[in-house]
């Protein structure tokens, strides 16, 4: 996990900084950005508390929670999964 120079930024890289080239999916749309707010949404657009979309998705909810406080960022492959959430929420559920 990287930490964020500053959590005022929200995910973003500091004031200057260009926003990393953004890459395409399979169906060659682009791939969401994913910024402690965009995080935010995801969980709450689908109906879900903090405790609740960390418990569908085995995430921890302390890291969930810092992923949305802007404490710090997900990696490379949190990122894709929720990318793969973003995209089909059912059929990423962990039963």
């Not at 406080?69 to 973003?86: F, H, K, T, V």
Request: proline share 13%; net charge positive.
């Amino acid at each position: 996990m990287t930490r964020l120079p500053d959590p005022r930024h929200r995910g973003a890289p500091p004031a200057g900084q260009p926003l990393p080239p953004r890459s395409t999916g399979e169906a060659g749309l682009p791939e969401p950005r994913f910024t402690a707010a965009l995080i935010g949404r995801l969980r709450r657009r689908l109906g879900l508390t903090q405790a609740g979309f960390a418990e569908r998705y085995s995430i921890s909810p302390q890291l969930l929670r810092r992923w949305e406080n802007a404490e710090l960022w997900p990696d490379g492959q949190a990122l894709a999964y929720l990318r793969a959430i973003a995209r089909e929420p059912a059929a990423r559920r962990r039963e």
